[in-house]
């Protein structure tokens, strides 16, 4: 009984204390709610407080005041800013964004362009304040600012906003920076693309302003390159930091997120349309028309208007544009997404898919080049030129890494195809071909390969030729002045066929000579040379002739060493062995006028100031050899491949031209030493290079700058490509500048620039000095026969089949050389060779040959000839003024191949006569 009343007395106790308990929590929690419920109301009423004076802060000029305090600081070589100066301002600028305090989204779009603005804004918070970017990107406010600028009243804003191209740079460059601190894995290609065409709008906004302030004081901007936008002098100094972000473009990260998985694809068919990609039609489409660029009406095999080929047109006008408008930076560009290739190799395989029809499809109904495909094409040429101009010949021809030889064979081809179809079909107006930014990247790719080609072949002869242009369809074209033919000679002459192009030169000249008889003096100009002085003398005179007399007919007496004048009359003859005796002697390496190659190719030498008034004898020399072309002498003088090149003036045309490329034919150990260099697996810092260049005359060694201070310039990893070119175009062009122009302007003198343009350098040698190939048969058929011979002469029958079937080839050129003073035939054949191929019968002894006298030479040519016996003894002999071979009547066939061949290889001729 009392444990039960215990028990119960304790379980009463128990519950009291739970309900006291109990009481007292919901005492402490009702104590909760109320401070809970208080503070919310305070910071509901704070928050209001803090809402409502941002607004009135952004409303009476926060930002304004900001973006000047940013300005002063920023805009100079070196920021102000500290951590604890810029950290405070950095949030006051950004809490009103986070409260939305704004009026609305216009002014928060005006807001994020004054910051914009800034010149390297970003790039100074991501350096002073790192800490204050992983706020923006955890508030996602680089994101949202960016986005803020897609929209179509975001561009019309930007266009009013932005006047200066200094602005509009740093602009650019700061929405660039943005893009790439918060970029993420899980990035939609729609965001890639919306900051991909802003960029593009900017660019293209910065060249519009640039264009607007055209001025005769253009000034030197660090991006631009000669800009005559107006001057912004707070900008200038900070430009360094805005060229820094906008360098981010051609970084490989950046060029692998902005072409996605493009680059990674292999094989032929390396872009495949998506059918449930994050780029849909719709958006590709509306993205490409907000950019104001078209699209194919019937689209290709890859489909134009779907997938990824849209999204990458987007991307190309980008980086397109970005060239186009950041000249100092183009090469920096270039170079980056030339990287490993992969790029350029990816575009070919598109543009070969899409064929040319497709190209010039579309320029039918437009002439218009920022269409879709054209976008890839233009990136792809400009590209390809790049690589082209730095690859040397072990990297292009044997590791085929990027491009297989096959792939050169087939874009030349492509490009060839398609520079002729817009020229000839006049796909673009004649005016539109220098300015069209497409057809000049197109036209000079071409160009490359084309003068690649001509030094070490990888496509036949035949792959350039089109037969609209052959034979009598273009020469009609072009005698009714019609502008397809006249333009295809300026752009594309390599389409018409080799022997068509000298046949119009020679027409020209012709027309020329024409003219010029009806105006110059009746009477020929007649040069007295003493022979021990033919090049003294005969600078003396040919330098004071004017073009005109120069071109008209020249007649020359030479004086012997007695200083008797010589018995002789010329008839071309003469004035022919005057040209050939003062290229032989000019050309001679021993005056220290011309040097020689490895391979005995002659080019200027960068001594010949040894010579007195050597700039003034370059000249002369011009002048000669461009006479010789002119009359059609053929010449013995083989010119370096390099040299040739900048006669014809591939070298001023830019990029278009690699002196790099033309190396070999200077010094191919120079060529192979640089070549390893840039290959170099080490670190090229060890060779202790510098950007200068040692040249050394009669043991007298200088120094030569490639760049102003260039001996204080260390050669790195970074700067190497740029130092091998240098090298190159110092070698090959800046220690002979002078005598290169000099040579140039003489030659120029006699021969019009655009005569020879249609030719490639090889071709210009072959028109000098004539073609290899010797065709028996043609010069059998052009000869001349006088003094008793005619064709169907016994001796006249051996001489030919001796040639035929008992002479090689160098045999057959020494005999050319012997009778003509030049081994090889001209381009056109022998019937254009001058004075006409001759043989004369011999039929007096050595004693009594008084050699060319004007008595010998007329009765040689209009008698029939003694008829003495022929001395066996007798060598055959010739007269290589008037291409005249004297030769005896051998009684056998084989005295006459002994006797030939004897001559021909003893080097004889008139002296032995």
């Keep these: 009984m009392f444990t039960n009343s215990t028990s119960k007395t304790n379980r009463s106790v128990a ?81 009103p964004m986070v409260q939305a305090a704004f009026p609305s989204e216009i002014d928060l779009q005006k807001t994020v362009i004054k910051l914009y603005t800034v010149p390297g804004l970003l790039l100074h918070v991501a350096s002073i304040c790192p800490e204050f970017i992983e706020t923006l990107k955890k508030q996602n406010l680089l994101k949202s600012w960016n986005s803020l600028l897609t929209t179509d009243k975001a561009w019309l804003m930007l266009r009013q906003e932005l006047t200066t191209a200094n602005a509009t740079l740093s602009m650019t460059a700061n929405l660039l920076y943005a893009f790439w601190l918060d970029r993420r894995e899980d990035d939609s290609e729609v965001e890639v693309l919306h900051a991909v065409s802003t960029i593009i709008f900017l660019l293209d906004r910065c060249r519009e302003i640039t264009a607007s302030h055209q001025s005769a004081a253009s000034k030197w901007h660090p991006i631009l390159g000669w800009s005559s ?169 044997e590791e085929q890494k990027i491009f297989t030889v096959t792939d050169l064979s087939d874009m030349s081809k492509f490009l060839n195809d398609l520079t002729f179809r817009i020229i000839w079909y006049e796909y673009m107006p004649a005016a539109q071909l220098k300015t069209d930014a497409l057809f000049t990247s197109v036209h000079r790719l071409l160009q490359l390969l084309y003068q690649r080609n001509a030094r070490r072949r990888f496509a036949p002869d035949e792959h350039w030729i089109m037969k609209e242009a052959k034979g009598s369809s273009f020469f009609s074209e072009l005698k009714d002045k019609h502008v397809n033919a006249q333009q295809l000679l300026i752009y594309a002459p390599q389409c018409i066929p080799h022997h068509d192009r000298v046949k119009l030169f020679r027409q020209w000249i012709k027309e020329d000579r024409a003219v010029m008889q009806e105006t110059a003096a009746k009477s020929p100009i007649l040069i007295t040379v003493q022979r021990r002085r033919i090049v003294e003398d005969g600078y003396q005179y040919i330098s004071r002739l004017t073009p005109e007399e120069l ?29 050939e005796e003062t290229l032989k002697s000019v050309f001679d390496p021993n005056l220290q006028l011309f040097k020689a190659t490895a391979d005995n190719r ?14 003034q004898l370059f000249n002369f020399v011009g002048r000669v050899l461009g006479k010789a072309l002119y ?76 760049v102003p201070g260039g001996r204080y310039m260390e050669v790195t990893e970074e700067n190497k490509i740029l130092y091998i070119h240098l090298m190159a175009h110092w070698r090959m062009h800046g220690q002979i500048k002078q005598q290169i122009n000099a040579f140039i302007q003489g030659f120029y003198t006699v021969v019009k620039h655009e005569w020879v343009s249609m030719f490639s350098s090889p ?12 065709d028996l048969h043609d010069l059998r058929k052009n000869t001349h026969y006088y003094g008793g011979f005619h064709s169907g002469h016994r001796v006249i029958g051996w001489l030919w089949d001796v040639l035929e079937n008992d002479f090689n080839e160098e045999e057959k050129g020494l005999f050319l050389k012997f009778v003509t003073s030049c081994s090889k035939a001209p381009v056109l054949g022998f019937q254009y060779l001058e004075p006409p191929f001759s043989i004369r019968l011999v039929e007096v002894g050595e004693d009594q040959d008084s050699g060319d006298t004007l008595g010998s030479v007329i009765r040689g040519f209009f ?9 066996v003894g007798r060598l055959p002999t010739a007269s290589t003024c008037f291409n005249l071979l004297k030769l005896p009547s051998y009684p056998k066939k084989s005295v006459l191949r002994e006797k030939l061949k004897y001559a021909i290889k003893s080097n004889s001729g008139f002296e032995l006569s």
């Design 863 to 871: 008698t029939v000839g003694n008829k003495k016996a022929a001395s």
């Design 15 to 95: 519950v009291v204390e739970e309900a006291k308990l109990a009481r007292e929590k919901r005492a402490r929690e009702k104590k909760r709610t109320d401070a809970a419920i208080l503070i919310q109301v305070v910071q509901k009423v704070m928050n209001g407080l803090t809402f409502k004076w941002l607004q009135e802060l952004v409303k009476f000029g926060l930002y304004q005041t900001i973006h000047e305090l940013l300005i002063r600081g920023m805009a100079r070589s070196k920021p102000s800013f500290t951590n604890t100066t810029l950290f405070p301002l950095l949030t006051l600028t950004v809490r």
């Design 631 to 706: 009359e059609g002498i053929v010449v013995d003088v083989p010119l370096a491949n390099f040299f040739l090149s900048q006669v014809l003036g591939f070298h001023t045309t830019g990029s278009a031209y690699s002196y790099f490329d033309e190396l070999p034919s200077f010094d191919l150990d120079l060529y192979k030493q640089l070549s390893n260099l840039k290959r170099y697996p080490g670190d090229v810092a060890d060779f202790s290079l510098t950007f200068a260049s040692d040249s050394e005359c009669f043991g007298q060694v200088t120094e030569n700058d490639l």
């Design 763 to 774: 071709e210009l040698q072959k028109l000098i000095s004539g073609s290899e190939k010797i």
């Design 602 to 615: 002659l080019y200027p030498s960068p001594n010949s100031s040894m010579q007195d008034n050597h700039i």
């Design 551 to 579: 071109k008209g007919t020249v007649r020359v007496r030479f004086v012997n060493a007695e200083g008797v004048q010589e018995a002789g009359i010329d008839q071309d003859g003469v004035f022919k062995e005057f040209l």
């Design 229 to 397: 936008d107006r001057p912004d002098p707070s900008y200038q100094d900070s430009m360094g930091f805005v060229q820094q972000q906008l360098e981010i473009v051609y970084m490989k990260d950046f060029v692998r997120i902005v072409f996605g998985r493009s680059l990674e694809r292999k094989g032929e068919n390396a872009i495949v349309v998506k059918k449930n990609g994050a780029v849909g039609n719709s958006k590709a489409l509306a993205m490409l028309h907000k950019l104001g660029l078209s699209v194919a009406k019937n689209p290709s095999r890859l489909q134009l208007g779907e997938g990824e080929v849209s999204r990458l047109a987007i991307v190309c006008a980008m980086y397109q544009t970005a060239i186009n408008c950041l000249s100092r930076l183009n090469l920096n560009i270039l170079t980056g997404l030339c990287a490993e290739g992969a790029l350029p190799a990816t575009l070919w395989r598109i543009i070969k898919d899409i064929g040319v029809s497709q190209f010039t499809e579309l320029l039918k109904s437009n002439p218009s080049t920022f269409t879709t495909e054209f976008q890839l094409l233009g990136l792809f040429c400009n590209l390809t030129a790049h690589l082209i101009t730095i690859m040397d010949d072990l990297e292009l021809y």
